[in-house]
């Protein structure tokens, strides 16, 4: 038995809690890590997974079993590519989730860049606005935005980016701009960006001086999908807030017209996170030094 194997197998088992999951991270046939599984078992004389025909779960040995797993794979992990790094490039599968106007705005036109740096990286780029499981799913790291999600993600900031609220000029026309965050409580289209996970619209928010507003007014059109938004102001469905450089052409070439320009609205932080409990194997971390160097460009913090 291949103990070396046997351990990032349960480990990657255990954490995705699903043997096709696993098998597919680890490039392996299910029934090659199966039998894996049940020869360390056999091997340790106890049970470390219990299986159903829909999920399996650890037992309390497995779990106790995987803590020193995770730190000795981790560690090996750590020693190869301590090896390797001064005479390889860093090689392999990267899997990176992100927002797909970020993604489509901001990360795919800078990649031929990356791609030149390190062509051994085999990139799996997932583009949504979703929550992403990203134990479950294999994914190295995020990038996100807003309030942390889960603070037990390892998280660096990479920077904040500037958001305005603005129309389709097509609107502005017919049916005027409003001159005080109150007036968009009604009489107003507004489109909204809703969470996914709780399927509530986000609100607007003004600031100036130091007075904040908060419009809650009812959305006549809701995403949640930070491209689809920009879409629909283009489309001149209503008034909405979005990033400034998803819009700065559009605000250039006068198709879209900001808001309300003399309120401001918060600034929104953007992070790439991954989990503490992964090692930042050396693709991961070149990936993450380069995506701070192209946001860096559209950080608007002094």
């Not at 995770?70 to 001064?86: G, H, I, T």
Request: hydrophobic share 40%; net charge neutral; aromatic share 6%.
């Amino acid at each position: 038995m291949d103990q070396l194997l046997a351990l990032k197998t349960f480990v990657r088992i255990a954490e995705a809690g699903n043997f096709s999951k696993a098998a597919d991270q680890l490039n392996l046939p299910r029934s090659t890590a199966s039998k894996i599984i049940q020869d360390l078992e056999e091997h340790l004389g106890t049970k470390l997974i219990h299986r159903t025909t829909r999920r399996i779960t650890v037992t309390p040995e497995g779990a106790q079993y995987y803590e020193r797993a995770l730190k000795l794979v981790a560690e090996l992990e750590d020693m190869d590519a301590e090896a390797r790094r001064s005479r390889a490039q860093p090689k392999g599968r990267l899997r990176v989730d992100v927002g797909s106007v970020l993604a489509n705005l901001i990360l795919i036109p800078a990649l031929p860049a990356f791609r030149e740096r390190y062509p051994d990286i085999e990139l799996f780029l997932g583009v949504s606005d979703r929550p992403a499981d990203m134990v479950g799913e294999g994914i190295d790291c995020v990038i996100r935005g807003g309030a942390l999600p889960d603070t037990s993600l390892v998280a660096r900031k990479l920077c904040e980016l500037e958001m305005l609220v603005c129309a389709h000029r097509a609107y502005a026309q017919g049916r005027g701009l409003p001159t005080h965050p109150g007036e968009l409580e009604s009489g107003h289209a507004l489109v909204s960006y809703f969470s996914s996970l709780t399927g509530k619209p986000f609100p607007l928010v003004f600031t100036r001086g130091g007075e904040t507003i908060e419009v809650q007014g009812g959305a006549h059109m809701a995403v949640n999908e930070s491209t689809a938004l920009v879409g629909a102001l283009i489309a001149g469905l209503g008034i909405g807030q979005c990033f400034e450089f998803s819009v700065r052409h559009q605000l250039d070439s006068g198709e879209l017209v900001r808001v309300l320009p003399e309120w401001r609205q918060p600034r929104h932080p953007l992070y790439i996170m991954y989990p503490p409990n992964r090692h930042l194997h050396g693709k991961a971390r070149v990936f993450v030094d380069w995506a701070v160097e192209v946001f860096a460009a559209y950080d608007v913090r002094p």
